[in-house]
C-alpha cells in the first residue's frame, strides 16, 4: 500500500510569516505534488516535481515555493503567509514507470492551516 | 482551458436508494480517479479507472473515453456513504491532476 505522509497535520501561522509544510512518501515513486483545497472545493495544483532537485508550477503557484531536496521529500514554502492562504494542503505522489496503474496518484492526509 | 465539471453538486437521496453521479472532461485522458470526503477528511482513493467498467461492492465507476465522461453508481445507499465524492482526470501525457469540484451526497434513514 502507497504511503504519504505529511508534517505538520494543522498549523496556525501569521500574517507575514513563514511557513513550510513537508511530504514524505515510501513509495520510491518519482512524481509528487501539492495541491489546495478550500472549503467546499476541489483540489487544484500549486507545484509538482518529476525528480529530486526539479519543481514545476502548477496551476496556482503565486505565494508559494517548493522544494524536492530528495526522490522521498517534498516541501511546500510560504515565504510571507497571508489569509488567502488558508486552507487545506494535500501532497501526493506517483509512479514516473508505465505498468496497469502508473497514473494513479497517492494522497497524504493533509495539512489544515490556518493564516491569522 | 482544460476543465472537469461534475453533476449534481449536491444530491439528497434515502436510505436504500441509488446514486448516480457524473463526470464529464474537455480532454483526452491519461487516467480517471474517484475519491470520497468526509467534512474535515482526507483524500481516499475510490477507484483508479481510466476505462472501462470497475466495480467494489455496491459501487460501480465507468468511464467512455470517447464520450468524455466518467460515471459513479452506488447500488442501495446508506447513511455511511454520505460525504463529497471528488473525479479528478489526468490529461494525456500531463502528468497531472484536474478535479471537479465535487458532488455533496446525503444519505436520509
Known amino acids: 500500500e502507497a504511503a504519504v505522509t505529511q508534517s505538520p497535520r494543522s498549523k496556525v501561522a501569521v500574517t507575514g510569516g513563514k511557513v513550510t509544510l513537508s511530504c514524505h512518501q515510501t513509495?520510491?515513486?518519482?512524481?509528487m505534488y501539492w495541491y489546495r483545497q478550500d472549503t467546499g472545493h476541489g483540489l487544484r495544483l500549486i507545484h509538482y516535481?518529476?525528480?529530486?532537485?526539479?519543481?514545476e508550477k502548477g496551476d496556482i503557484p503565486d505565494g508559494y515555493k517548493a522544494s524536492r531536496p530528495s526522490q522521498e521529500n517534498f516541501s511546500l514554502i510560504l515565504e510571507l503567509a497571508s489569509l488567502s492562504q488558508t486552507a487545506v494542503y494535500f501532497c501526493?505522489?506517483?509512479?514516473?514507470?508505465?505498468?496497469?496503474?502508473?497514473?494513479?496518484?497517492?494522497f497524504g492526509p493533509g495539512t489544515r492551516l490556518t493564516v491569522l | 482551458g482544460q476543465q472537469v465539471q461534475q453533476s449534481p453538486t449536491s444530491l439528497v437521496l434515502q436510505e436504500g436508494e441509488n446514486a448516480e453521479l457524473q463526470c464529464n472532461f474537455s480532454?483526452?485522458?491519461?487516467?480517471m480517479q474517484w475519491f470520497y470526503q468526509r467534512p474535515g477528511g482526507s483524500l481516499i482513493s475510490v477507484f483508479y479507472?481510466?476505462?472501462g467498467t470497475k466495480q467494489s461492492g455496491r459501487l460501480t465507476s465507468t468511464t467512455v473515453i470517447k464520450e468524455r465522461r466518467s460515471s459513479l453508481h452506488i447500488s442501495s445507499s446508506q447513511i455511511t456513504d454520505s460525504g463529497t465524492y471528488l473525479c479528478?482526470?489526468?490529461?494525456?501525457?500531463?502528468?497531472?491532476?484536474?478535479f471537479g469540484q465535487g458532488t455533496k451526497l446525503s444519505i436520509k434513514p
Open positions: 479528478a482526470m489526468e490529461p494525456y501525457n500531463q502528468g497531472k491532476l484536474i
Open positions: 513509495n520510491n515513486h518519482d512524481y
Open positions: 501526493a505522489s506517483r509512479t514516473g514507470l508505465g505498468g496497469r496503474n502508473y497514473a494513479e496518484q497517492f
Open positions: 480532454t483526452s485522458l491519461n487516467s
Open positions: 479507472n481510466p476505462s
Open positions: 516535481s518529476y525528480v529530486a532537485d526539479s519543481t
